[in-house]
């Protein structure tokens, strides 16, 4: 077996009720989204999912790192799995540019300011 290319860990750590927490904010929606995409990218053998303890910044949840990039993503949605798993594609870490312009399918104009807002989340 190949050792994998990329390890993500997702904060899943569980805080009484009514303090701010990443399963709270919606980390488990985005640990099933990423094992789909990963599945469905043919990645699952590449990348690693381990979820993880608490990160420090719960407010900013749900969190996720990437590794080796050392990437923090912070208020990551299922939605969002689909450019994460495409910066794991790349091999790099793609700019909000990078990103926005695969999302648009096009290059990044003046008007793109919410599309760049949105992306900024993963970032
Ligand atoms: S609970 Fe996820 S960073 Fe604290």
């Given at each position: 077996m190949e050792p994998f290319r990329?390890?993500?860990?997702?904060?899943?750590?569980?805080?009484p009720e009514g303090v701010t927490s990443c399963p709270a904010?919606?980390?488990?929606?985005?640990l099933q989204a990423l094992h789909r995409e990963l599945d469905a990218q043919g990645l699952s053998q590449e990348v690693?999912?381990?979820?993880?303890?608490c990160?420090?910044?719960c407010d900013d949840g749900p969190m996720m790192i990437t590794y080796p990039e050392g990437v923090w993503y912070?208020?990551?949605?299922?939605?969002?799995?689909?450019?994460i798993v495409a910066h794991l594609r790349a091999g790099k870490v793609l700019s909000r540019d990078e990103i926005?312009?695969?999302?648009?399918?096009?290059?990044v104009g003046p008007l793109d300011r919410s599309i760049d807002t949105q992306v900024s989340r993963l970032l």
């Open positions: 990329h390890h993500l860990f997702v904060c899943t750590q569980e805080k904010s919606g980390s488990l929606p985005v690693q999912v381990t979820t993880c303890g990160l420090g910044l912070r208020g990551v949605k299922a939605g969002d799995v689909p450019e926005a312009e695969a999302a648009l399918g096009r290059p």
